[in-house]
Structures are given as structure tokens and as C-alpha cells.
């Protein structure tokens, strides 16, 4: 709730430092390693070897991550397959989660970025990971789309604009 409030309150301030974006995948992916290998198949990565210091909120970017990561191998059966990409056009910044998970409806799809909205149990989601993380990616100016078909799995990906003014509120 903390989060979410901190990255939806208008004058909400930026972390926006040039950092490299392949260590904050691995770090992240070091984080949910437990729950990784548990599920018996390694996420792939894809970041360019050249891909450039991005000035981007590299801290509200691994919340965000780290969100779609969890919600990922939520959806994936024992053995599917979870990649992340992350590329750059020299003005945004793309990074994709995609996951062979059970997908979800248009109706889930639809109302999926709502706060408190989830299929999962209590015990389990609160419902808040897709909205923190639509609210991080809003305040960096950028956009989080999911698309997904059920039994096919769901692609999440995020576009933020690169700034230079690394002061930018």
C-alpha cells in the first residue's frame, strides 16, 4: 500500500539514475530464486550486450519486475517457460515478461490492473502487484500493457520514456 501510494501521489519524485538494466533482472531473478527452482525451468533472458545506462527509476522498475515475475510463475505450470527482454531504441526503455501460462480471460484481462482485483486466494495475492506496477511505469511517463489468451499464456510489457534531467519529478 506504502508503494502504491508513494508512486500515485501527484509530485511524486523520481529515483532517475543511469543505470545498467541486465544486473536489476539478475538480482531480481536472484530474488525469487527459491521459487525458480522449484518450479523445475529457468527463466530466459534477453538483454543486448550493448544495451546503454538507461536513466530510469531502476528501483520502482525492479518493484515492477518483480511483480510480473511472481505473477508469472503464479500462471505457469510446473516446467513452463518464463522469458525477459529488455531492449532499447535510444528513447524508451522496453522490457517484456512473457510466460506458456494458463493465460487469462478478457474479463480478467480487462480489470487485471485494479487495485485489489485478483483471481488468486487471499492467502496467496492481495491484488495490488499489476496496479503498484502500473502506478510505477505512470510516474516514469510509461505504459505497462498485458495482453493474453487463455491456455496460451500472457505477455506484460512495459515502455518508459528515457529522460536526460535525472531530477525530473
Known sequence: LLQFARYTRQGARLKLLAGRVEPMIRETLELL???????????????????????????????????LLQNSLDACPEGGHISVRATSDGKSLRLVVQDDGQG????????????????????????LGLAISQAIVGACDGTLELTSRPGLGTTATVEIPLRKNHDHA
Open 33 to 67: 530464486g527459491e521459487r525458480i527452482r522449484a518450479r523445475g525451468s529457468p527463466i530466459a533472458i534477453e538483454v543486448p550486450a550493448d544495451l546503454p545506462d538507461v536513466p530510469v527509476d531502476l528501483e520502482g522498475l525492479q518493484q515492477v519486475l518483480l511483480n
Open 104 to 127: 487469462m480471460t478478457e474479463e480478467v484481462l480487462r480489470r487485471a490492473k485494479e487495485p485489489f482485483f485478483t483471481t488468486k486466494s487471499q492467502e496467496v495475492g492481495s491484488g
